[in-house]
């Protein structure tokens, strides 16, 4: 075995994941799944408390750097799946980690900041204002002179490292997919798997949030170097926006758990879903398409 190789396999092993996750057919009653192949990539599977495509983003970063972490910082909701997964692997790694969480919970902890406390997490709340230079240069190195050893990470886990563990993803099952779906928030996960993706085959992307133009802006920016666009991003399943919900999202979402016994939450996997449905309802696929639907995990922001 390669280097990269056995350092991939302790860390999985030592994190306790399942991987590669499995690929399962899902036959859904729904009207224009008749002549289209569906399957699930179950990467809510990959492991009870570490969510799907956060672990994914991370993995490149815990592997490459794992010996030089003595300190990590990074950013958040109080909802985060990003926090969440990252959190436990620093407990299970033993590296020191700071959240920067949006808001104050001080008084109302959510189960996330519960499990995070739980954890050894060094919690500090700072207001919306502060929260939104997160993204800004001069924040970031002032932050950074505050901790010289801290290695700080985006927040979701969105940078470059990350889109290379996303395309692990698709290229791990080691099957042909003519459409790949997944939701887009930050972009990373669409950008990882079309660029993991050969050229003719499609990555569509499921808007969680309102952003015509935006969330193409953001996918774009994680693929310098690749023309010719092998993806597309599907807006008009937002349900209200970020976290938002409707009242058929929420029928939907016990829908998918009771008839096809697979949990999706409102915020990531129920759109995306709810959407196949319309979308299958509308013809947008060809007959005879195989289709690769990635379940992102996050079931435990839905607590
Ligand atoms: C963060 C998250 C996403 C969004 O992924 P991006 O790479 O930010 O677009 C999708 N699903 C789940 C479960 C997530 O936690």
């Not at 990269?4 to 729904?30: C, G, I, M, Y």
């Not at 992307?205 to 010719?228: D, K, M």
């Not at 939907?252 to 879903?273: A, D, N």
């Amino acid at each position: 075995m390669s280097t990269a190789k056995n350092a991939t396999a302790n860390l999985n092993q030592l994190l306790e994941l399942q991987l590669p996750s499995p690929v399962q057919r899902f036959r859904p009653d729904w009207e224009g799944a008749d002549n289209i192949e569906i399957w699930i990539k179950r990467d809510d599977l990959i492991h009870p408390i570490i969510s799907g495509n956060k672990w994914r983003k991370l993995s490149q970063l815990l592997i490459r750097e794992k010996e030089n972490l003595s300190h990590i910082i990074s950013f958040g909701g109080g909802y985060s799946n990003h926090l969440h997964a990252l959190g436990w692997c620093c407990k299970k790694l033993s590296i020191p980690f700071t959240a920067i969480i949006r808001g104050n919970y001080t008084k109302n902890p959510t189960p996330m900041i519960e499990d995070l406390l739980a954890w050894n997490t060094s919690i500090q709340y700072v207001s919306k204002i502060e929260y939104k230079q997160r993204h800004n240069a001069e924040y970031l190195n002032h932050l950074q002179q505050l901790h010289p050893t801290a290695r700080i990470i985006p927040e979701g886990g969105s940078e470059a490292s990350a889109i290379s563990g996303i395309s692990e993803m698709l290229t791990e099952s080691q099957q042909n997919f003519d459409v790949c779906i997944v939701p887009v928030a930050s972009g990373a996960t669409l950008a990882g798997i079309a660029r993991a993706q050969s050229p003719n085959n499609q990555a569509i992307g499921i808007a969680v949030l309102n952003g015509v133009g935006y969330l193409e802006g953001l996918v774009e920016q994680f693929l310098p170097c690749q023309s010719g666009a092998n993806w597309q991003i599907v807006h008009g399943f937002e349900h209200g926006g970020y976290a938002k919900s409707s009242p058929a999202l929420v029928r939907f979402c016990e829908h998918m758990s009771t008839q096809y016994k697979l949990t999706v939450e409102p915020v990531y996997s129920g759109k995306v879903f709810y959407a196949l449905k319309q979308l299958l309802k509308d013809g947008f696929f060809a007959p005879g398409q195989r289709l690769l639907v990635v379940h992102t995990g996050g079931l435990q922001g839905a607590r």
